[in-house]
């Protein structure tokens, strides 16, 4: 126990880490010991569990002991444990506005899409706010894969965004695109064929509005040409009629 105390100490204050984090440590302990070890630890007083195989070191200030914060809960989810470059999870859901600056509303719910899960989760953290989990359904590597699948999410859940204007979220979208490579346009529209026919067409119509709008084609080609799709929002977007988008 002595050993797994001495490393857990080099682990910072209020930061979360696994079961399998330690066993990194020494790999030669037996699973059933080190649980059991943590356990002992936990009732101890010296860690606290969050959930199965989930600890971390509480930290105390002046006011007391301090909860562990929502963003160390959630590194679980969005990165490998021990290798913090490698990604297994993104933010999406309606919290990608306020991550965006799109709204200034603080979500009640944080979603990840994530390895870690193959069926949706939903975690009540300490501070009230909902941690919901969902399945990872794209390969992600790198920074640019999940900014495509994040601004795809943002057409995605843009009716169900209340407190969003969705000519904002349109305009940032064509500023962003029309300032990114030709590799990430062709990124996007990858991933976008996955999406439903609304994202589509959504997306579509912004790169025709950019200067990449040679690359709208590929979109186009993929939808049914006889399906309309209808907004309920001004902008300022032209060719809208080209691709079957009607404002009511």
Known sequence: MTRIRDYIKTIPEGTVFTINDVKRFNRNINVNSL????????KEGYLKRIGRGK???????????????????????LYDSGYRKRYIGYITGLAL?????????????????????????????SNGMRLSLI???????????????????????????IDVKPENVIRFLQNELN???PKFIKKIIGYSLKYSPFVRALLGVILDNTKYRQY???????L???????INFNTNLTNLKKWNIIKT
């Open 216 to 222: 709208a084609s590929y979109i186009k080609d993929n």
């Open 55 to 77: 600890y971390y070191r509480p930290k105390n200030s002046y006011l007391g002991e301090l909860p562990v914060t929502w963003q160390k809960v959630a590194e679980l989810y």
């Open 179 to 181: 300032e990114s490579s």
């Open 224 to 230: 049914n040409p006889l399906t309309k799709f209808k």
């Open 97 to 125: 506005y306020n991550h965006y600056k799109l709204s200034t509303q603080v979500p009640s719910e944080l979603t990840i899409a994530t390895k870690k899960r193959k069926s949706k989760t939903t975690l009540m953290l």
């Open 35 to 42: 649980a059991t070890t943590l356990s002992k630890l936990a």
């Open 135 to 161: 399945p990872l359904e794209f390969p992600i590597r790198t920074k640019d894969d999940i900014r495509a699948l994040q601004y795809l999410d943002l057409l995605k859940y843009l009716k169900q965004a």
